[in-house]
């Protein structure tokens, strides 16, 4: 069995290369696996830190996205399945600046913030104690909405075929 430090560090390295893959690869379609990529590693360190509930979700929810972002890819993008080549940066040297300077930002605010130490033990179920942090009471609402998200999505794409919800137009 890989020890869950590994494992960690491993998926670390998996989520940085694919986020990295995103603007490096010549296609669209490449670049939106890529970022499938990086999220499943994301998800997957959730899991390792034993925030299943939360690993979970993340998988489920970026490969639905990736999904239905394919489809919407090959349905109208004026390259065939976005496979052809295309830059995915725009305005290299500015982007390129902005984006170091926010990596050194946020790396000094690591090192230069006095961490608190943890007072107590951590929660039996942290998944329980996170959900109620984050939603508290609302949890149902929370739900309910997700259903009709989801609802909604499953109408639209239905709603966008060419025949139309109750068949042929003529």
Not at 60 to 89: C, D, K, Q, Y
Request: positive net charge; hydrophobic residues 60%; aromatic residues 8%.
């Amino acid at each position: 069995m890989i020890p869950a430090t590994v494992l960690f560090w491993a998926l670390a390295v998996g989520a940085v290369a694919g986020g990295v893959a995103v603007f490096a690869v010549g296609s669209m379609a490449r670049a939106t696996f890529a970022l499938l990529a990086s999220f499943l590693c994301v998800g997957g360190e959730l899991l390792v830190l034993d925030l299943d509930y939360l690993g979970v979700l993340v998988v489920l929810m970026m490969i639905m996205e990736m999904l239905v972002m394919a489809v919407f890819m090959v349905m109208f993008m004026m390259n065939p399945a976005g496979l052809m080549p295309m830059s995915m940066v725009h305005n290299r040297w500015g982007a390129l600046g902005i984006s170091g300077a926010v990596f050194a930002a946020l790396a000094a605010g690591i090192v230069l913030t006095p961490w608190p130490h943890r007072a107590g033990r951590p929660p039996r179920d942290p998944t329980r104690a996170l959900g109620l942090a984050i939603m508290g009471p609302k949890m149902p609402v929370m739900m309910g909405i997700g259903l009709a998200i989801l609802a909604t999505m499953i109408a639209s794409v239905v709603l966008a075929t060419r025949r139309g919800r109750y068949g042929d137009a003529e």
